[in-house]
């Protein structure tokens, strides 16, 4: 196998296909990125039996075949050479030798052969949006899926589309984020759970721009991504997501409208008091047009007031400061409407078209003087 | 006590009596600030026993006295305030309130009574130099001092002063830096051991501008270094510094010109094959006009040629490459000159002018093929 590409060219591919190299492994060859050559096409290989990216390269093929190679030094020796052409070059006994203008690396290789080929997919008719839509979707739910593996579930997200309405929800026992965008295209309804890991990976490879499109596909165990000259293949969570519906219905006794940054910034000061292990609540107190957050903790307390526009019933009502800075820090409206019922009750931030809905539940606090 | 300051006149004050705070200690009155307030000044004290740092704030005070407030907690609220005029007011036990706009923390102070006051210093004649020159200084020493403490004096700097002249020497058992400057003024003959820490710290604080002066006291113990509106005052490391003077002179037998910054690329690419724990070195190759570098580890093999311009004989020496790397980061210089003897005797990088003298051991290794 030989072949010269730019620097530039493998750096980037190299980059994406890191995604999809586990970090631990008992299976050494998933520590490789196979570099698959036929006559005409480059492609390097990833798969971390979760995750599997395939991605092609633009270069110059001199001789087809195929090599397994540690990513982590390949790319660190790729990331250091000059910015000019590369040659890769592998011998019978899988040798490569990597070399750009004088300078030349020669390391093992090893055969591509035990590697775990990605599944092979029927691509039917995909379901086709931006790839800035899917990143966004993603950067704006994500943060609420659980990261416990004893409930396999809620550390995906619900991926449900229906007709031309894409929903993705995330949940993890204490507060549910739900986001909705259009697409062009009506699609056929499907409602599947995608490991959060793999939209995480995702996400740090989209280019995120508005004119560049992704596609997706999916079968009963797999959902595919299709973007630029990379395809990102992952298991689907097997299982029955959460209903949610009637979770987010019902009424509400105080409707508030705060300025979403000033809240966000006032409940980060109020935070700097609270450690970790104390879980203290930043408690609100909403009354006429105004609202009171104050914190109590071991290290001393804060206390800080901001306008408000209030409708209906005052109110006193602790959260965890957390749970609130992530969903504000996610919506893109200067304005954000908060619905609350009662102190044990769930509170909504959500706008009226119900783009997006963010559900948090309240934390018990001792009434502080 | 009561003080009213701009927010980025309090966190700028902050920032640098940080750099004196310890991060751990079992005199906890050490990790606190001392605000010190009289009636027309507010300092901000901290102490960690080697360190110790005043500055002064600019703001209005409107009740003098002090206080001791834990500087991590002091500093994470002034952080995140909003950019306005922020009060502090301490009452008769030292609760002390920080109010900015609509926001107030409330923290317990304690009596600055027990924090052990920075030694008095006598300030004779200064020695002056721009804090830019200072800054430099130490940043092309620093790095080769030996951070093991058994060895005390290996663990600073000498600053040695005749007339103008003013050198900084640095050295860990493998190798030497010395660096030296001229100053507007003639200085009495001084020559002291500053602690690496010190400068480390102070470092961060100057501004590095050639137009910001710095003025250095020296005493049989401390060495003060005064600007903008902070003192820094450190101790002495007592004892007799190394002679260096005969390690630096003596012959060679082959001097090479390199591109600093080519040498220094292709040292670094090499180092990627190189584990810490192996010890490999970097193997240089001078022949006619040409140097080959070399390296070998379990990993694989680099090798590079580059140009070079060379006097006397040809030689195979090898080295530490992070030793090589240290001196070449910091030498201003396009072209470097490299002076070696034999595969066992140090190698200098030094300028004509000696303004700047790097002595590096090499290291033994096997001939490589």
């Known amino acids: 196998m030989r072949i010269t590409c730019k620097k530039s060219e493998i750096l980037n591919s190299v980059n994406i296909s890191l995604k999809a190299v586990p970090a631990k492994t008992t299976m050494p060859i998933l520590e490789c990125i196979i570099i698959e050559v036929t006559d005409n096409t480059i492609k390097f290989i990833t798969n971390d039996m979760e995750l599997g990216i395939e991605t092609l390269v633009n270069g110059t093929v001199t001789a087809p075949g195929s090599v397994a190679i540690n990513a982590k030094i390949f790319s660190d020796i790729i990331r250091k050479l000059p910015d000019s052409d590369v040659t890769i070059d592998t011998d019978a006994n899988y040798m490569t030798t990597i070399s750009c203008e004088k300078s030349v690396f020669t390391i093992a290789g090893k055969s591509s052969e035990e590697f775990p080929a990605l599944p092979l997919i029927e691509k039917k008719e995909p379901m086709v949006l931006s790839q800035f839509s899917l990143k966004e979707i993603i950067r704006q739910t994500v943060f609420s899926i659980s ?19 894409f929903k993705v929800v995330s949940l993890d026992g204490h507060r549910i984020s739900v986001r909705k965008i259009f697409l062009k295209n009506d699609f056929m309804a499907t409602k599947v759970i995608v490991p959060g890991k793999t939209l995480n990976e995702i996400s740090k490879i989209l280019s995120g721009e508005m004119e560049d499109e992704v596609r997706i596909f999916f079968t009963d165990k797999h959902i595919l991504f299709e973007f630029d000259s990379t395809i990102v293949l992952s298991r689907l969570i097997e299982g029955e997501y959460y209903k949610i519906n009637q979770m987010l219905s019902g009424d509400y006794e105080t409707k508030i409208s705060v300025n979403r940054k000033v809240f966000l910034d006032c409940i980060d000061r109020a935070t700097l008091l609270i450690k970790e292990s104390e879980k203290k609540p930043i408690i609100l107190g909403v009354t006429e047009n105004s609202m009171e957050l104050k914190v109590n903790s071991t290290i001393g307390s804060m206390n800080e007031e901001m306008d408000i526009v209030k409708e209906g019933k005052d109110i006193l009502i602790g959260f965890n400061p957390k749970f609130l800075m992530d969903a504000l820090r996610v919506i893109d409206d200067e304005e954000v409407t908060i619905y609350m019922t009662n102190p044990k009750a769930p509170c909504f931030i959500k706008n009226e078209e119900e783009s997006y809905i963010y559900l948090v539940l309240p934390v018990n606090f001792n009434a502080v003087k």
Chains 1, 2 share one sequence.
Do not use: A, H, Q, R
């Not at 990261?147 to 309405?165: C, P, Q, R, V, Y």
């Open 147 to 165: 990261d416990n593996e004893s409930n396999k579930i809620m550390t995906g997200e619900l991926f449900e589309i229906n007709g031309d309405e």
